[in-house]
């Protein structure tokens, strides 16, 4: 099994430029999650998708948005980039959103807004 | 709002001494807590949860309600322990964590 896969890894944009980061849950993980990693900081929660309907929202702006496919993969859209988006990208799955079970996260997209 | 307090950024210890990452948390309700680890060049991954109450790679956490503390020990540290330990806790009914901010573990020879 090769575990939560996300791509690109490694990604330079410019300010007010767009950006769609994509994920690939673990085979029969219904439930994805996004989360937003600065440094020196722990994960920061943005958004939790579950049977392509979003269950969560962390405290991020409308710029932020994203979405679930059928397949269960995912893709975290932030429009109108900023420097301070600058930052690792987590994506975690679960089989479901219950909060006993453990999430599993991807690498992470590196994203760098010059 | 829940809040998770991991008062320190790095633990400096030798091979063989007793460690304790500290973790706080502030919440009212019944919380699910977790510890999460990454070692060099790997993703971050599960170590234990609390409703397990297991020893993993001879490493424990303990709830403390009273306290609402979560700390990780584990009596005699190993080098291959080195690594970032993340506090999280988990309070609705969905997958959303709060962490903490980690803790370098650094085990010297």
């Known amino acids: 099994d090769a575990g939560v896969t996300q791509s690109p890894t490694h990604l330079i944009k410019t300010r007010g430029q767009q950006v769609t980061l994509r994920c690939s849950p673990i085979s029969g993980h219904k439930s994805v999650s996004w989360y937003q990693q600065v440094l020196g900081q722990g994960p920061q929660f943005i958004f939790q998708?579950?049977?392509?309907?979003?269950?969560g929202r962390g405290n991020f702006p409308d710029r932020f948005s994203a979405r679930q496919f059928p397949n269960y993969s995912s893709e975290l859209n932030v429009n109108a980039l900023l420097l301070g988006d600058s930052a690792l990208y987590l994506c975690?799955?679960?089989?479901?959103?219950?909060?006993?079970?453990?999430?599993?996260f991807g690498d992470g997209t590196r994203l760098s807004i010059l | 709002a829940q809040r998770v307090t991991q008062p320190e950024k790095l633990l400096s210890v030798f091979k063989g001494a007793p460690v304790e990452l500290k973790c706080n948390y502030s919440y009212s309700g019944s919380p699910e807590l977790f510890w999460y680890v990454q070692y060099s060049r790997q993703r971050l991954q599960l170590l234990l949860r609390?409703?397990s109450r297991e020893s993993i790679k001879g490493f424990t956490a303990d709830l403390n309600k009273g306290e609402t503390s979560f700390h990780l020990k584990k009596p005699f540290a190993q080098e291959e322990d080195s690594a970032m330990y993340y506090c999280?806790?988990?309070?609705?009914?969905?997958?959303?964590?709060?962490f903490g901010k980690g803790i370098t573990l650094s085990v010297r020879p």
């Open positions: 609390h409703i």
């Open positions: 998708y579950y049977e392509k309907e979003e269950r």
């Open positions: 975690a799955s679960s089989p479901t959103p219950n909060s006993n079970q453990p999430q599993h």
């Open positions: 999280a806790l988990n309070t609705g009914a969905n997958s959303k964590l709060t």
